[in-house]
Structures are given as structure tokens and as C-alpha cells.
């Protein structure tokens, strides 16, 4: 089951992926308001094992440190999040607010299998696709269907390369080589706007059919 509460300024999703049966689950990207993400979580009585980051910027991370004080779970992000949870630069929380950091407990690479302890029925893999951020990282379940992708790739656009990590053909070679090789049917939920699918992006999206 996938829930999500839209958070933040920049209006950023947070996705809550629970199994169903034993009601524990991965929470992705708390990006902001961590009293409403902690008030949904306790009325569905779910638990949140571990958080999962796509990657470090201060609108996907900004509810971290005061969720996993309150629920005790671990945080998981790629190895090269690193440079942006602990640099207030990178992160960019000092750009549009109060600086800060953030400890993460794993530092997960590609092909890395993340499996829920309640039912090891239920994983997610760590996909690496840096360009929009160095880290930037999709968790895929092959068995949904569905792929969280941060701000890898939108509905009809691909993330802004423009800060620090940013890369441009980086980005646009990871999408091909990792995002658009899994099935098409593939649900691509992402950190802002409306979810996507695989084959929908392949067809339409304009960085790949005007510029290739
Ligand atoms: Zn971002």
C-alpha cells in the first residue's frame, strides 16, 4: 500500500509504502512538517521501520531528524549523500532557511536490496542515478510495479542540475540506463507533481524526444 502527504513549501511528497499485513512499512522522503507525518503514522498505527532517502536536499529531509528522534527508526540513504546531509551548502537548508544537518545510520550503494524485517516478502532496490544531486538514488519494487524516484524524473520533466552535484548528461544517461530499462508498466512516483509511469516517459517526456 502507497499513501503520501504533500509537505513543505515546495510542495515536496512524502510516501509512506506499508505492508499491508503487518502494518510495518518505509517511509520516503519526510520532507517537511514532521508533526502531521507523525500524527498520520500513529492513526494508522503503522511502523515505520526505516526512512528511506532519494537523495539529500533539504526538501526531502527536513522532517528526518525529529521523526526518527520520535519513532527511533533508521535512516537509509546512497554513500554519496554524505556531502549533502552533512553540508548545510549542499543540502541547501541554509539557502532557504535555518541551516542544518542530518546523520543517516546506512549508506546504501546500486544494487543494494532494502527488506522489510516484518515480512522479507516486501524490498526495494537501491537504484543509483546521479545528476540532479550526486546521490540521487529510486528504491524499485520489482513485485508492485513501482519505483520512488525523488527528483530523478517528473510527469513531463527531469530534476534541475543547477546546484551543487548537478549534472545535466549525467542525469540524462542514468534515466536512460536505469530508469527507462525497468518494465514499462513500471509507477514512478516522484518528489513533486503527479506520478508517472516508465512507458508514459519513454513516449512524451521532452528532455529525451526534442534533445536526443
Ligand atoms: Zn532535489
Redesign the pocket.
Known amino acids: 500500500m502507497i499513501q503520501k502527504l504533500t509537505v513543505g513549501m515546495l510542495q515536496e511528497h512524502t510516501y509512506f509504502f506499508i505492508d499491508e499485513v503487518t502494518k510495518h512499512g518505509f517511509l520516503v522522503d519526510p520532507g517537511d512538517e514532521a508533526e502531521r507525518i507523525l500524527n498520520k503514522i500513529k492513526q494508522e498505527e503503522w511502523v515505520i521501520e526505516k526512512i528511506l532517502l ?2 539529500g ?1 533539504f ?2 529531509i527536513g522532517a528526518v531528524a525529529k521523526i526518527k528522534t520520535s519513532l527511533g527508526c533508521l535512516v537509509v540513504i546512497h554513500e554519496e549523500g554524505k556531502d549533502y546531509l552533512h553540508n548545510p551548502e549542499w543540502n ?1 537548508s541554509g539557502r532557504y532557511g535555518e541551516a542544518y544537518t542530518v546523520d543517516a545510520d546506512y549508506y546504501v550503494k546500486h544494487g543494494d536490496v532494502i527488506t522489510l524485517e516484518a515480512n522479507s516478502n516486501m524490498n526495494l532496490k537501491v537504484i543509483h542515478a546521479p545528476g ?2 550526486t546521490d ?1 538514488t529510486a528504491y524499485y519494487s520489482e513485485k508492485e510495479h513501482i519505483a520512488f524516484v ?2 530523478i524524473i517528473f510527469n513531463g520533466a527531469v ?2 542540475c543547477d ?1 551543487p552535484g548537478g549534472n545535466m548528461n549525467r542525469l540524462l544517461s542514468a534515466i536512460r540506463a536505469q530508469i527507462f530499462t525497468l518494465p514499462d508498466a513500471t509507477i514512478l512516483y516522484p ?1 513533486h507533481g503527479p506520478y508517472t509511469t516508465v512507458k508514459h516517459e519513454k513516449d512524451t517526456n521532452p528532455f529525451f524526444n526534442f534533445y536526443e
Do not use: C, I, P
Open positions: 532519494t537523495h536536499h526538501d526531502h541547501l540532479h544531486t540521487g525523488g527528483d530534476g534541475r546546484n518528489g
